[in-house]
T-cell receptor
Framework: NAGVTQTPKFRVLKTGQSMTLLCAQDMNHEYMYWYRQDPGMGLRLIHYSVGEGTTAKGEVPDGYNVSRLKKQNFLLGLESAAPSQTSVYFC??????????FGPGTRLTVL | KQEVTQIPAALSVPEGENLVLNCSFTDSAIYNLQWFRQDPGKGLTSLLLIQSSQREQTSGRLNASLDKSSGRSTLYIAASQPGDSATYLCAVRRNTGNQFYFGTGTSLTVIP
């Protein structure tokens, strides 16, 4: 039982490049979330999903897109990366509205 | 919007001391509240989840309380150990919507 896993762990992009972050969970959770964590800002919700095929915007969705084609996977895309998107990205999942479980994070640097 | 505050931002205590971490929130219409610990460069580890109908939850040396009416939660750590050194975060889920709102955390150092 791996819990929540994230790929990749580290990535460096140049401004304007695109990339996709993958989150996978093996707990059969309905809800999945993408957060970013910045110094002094705490964790902020980017997008979330309450089930396969559904997505919704969180607090800071601009510049990101997501997809939930399979229940166990939640993808976060950056179409044209900007230096302001340098951050640590965390994925989480939960069984509906209960306890959230987090992945280990992806550290992204945009030059 | 729900605002979540954790004070102090940093705390240093000698080993063996009992301590209390604070979390306050502005909107009392919450569904539940969750406490996490985060080690440097790592993800968040869930410690305790308190539903809005509960007053407290306990796990080992940890006890979390919730007072919705005053917008406060506390995390009590008994007999602190150096291994407890980490950042502790609280997160609140509102009654409406599916968002958790996080505080910025309290960085705890337990000195041997």
């Amino acid at each position: 039982n791996a819990g929540v896993t994230q790929t990749p762990k580290f990535r460096v992009l140049k401004t304007g490049q695109s990339m996709t972050l993958l989150c996978a969970q093996d707990m059969n959770h309905e809800y999945m979330y993408w957060y970013r964590q910045d110094p002094g800002m705490g964790l902020r919700l980017i997008h979330y999903s309450v089930g396969e095929g559904t997505t919704a915007k969180g607090e800071v969705p601009d510049g990101y897109n997501v997809s939930r084609l399979k229940k166990q996977n939640f993808l976060l895309g950056l179409e044209s990366a900007a230096p302001s998107q340098t951050s640590v990205y965390f994925c989480a999942s939960s069984l509906t509205t209960n306890e959230q479980f987090f992945g280990p994070g992806t550290r992204l640097t945009v030059l | 919007k729900q605002e979540v505050t954790q004070i102090p931002a940093a705390l240093s205590v000698p080993e063996g001391e009992n301590l209390v971490l604070n979390c306050s929130f502005t909107d009392s219409a919450i569904y539940n509240l969750q406490w996490f610990r985060q080690d440097p460069g790592k993800g968040l580890t869930s410690l305790l989840l308190i539903q809005s109908s509960q007053r407290e939850q306990t796990s080992g040396r940890l006890n979390a309380s919730l007072d919705k009416s005053s917008g406060r939660s506390t995390l009590y750590i008994a007999a602190s150990q150096p291994g407890d050194s980490a950042t502790y975060l609280c997160a609140v889920r509102r009654n409406t919507g599916n968002q958790f709102y996080f505080g910025t955390g309290t960085s705890l150092t337990v000195i041997p």
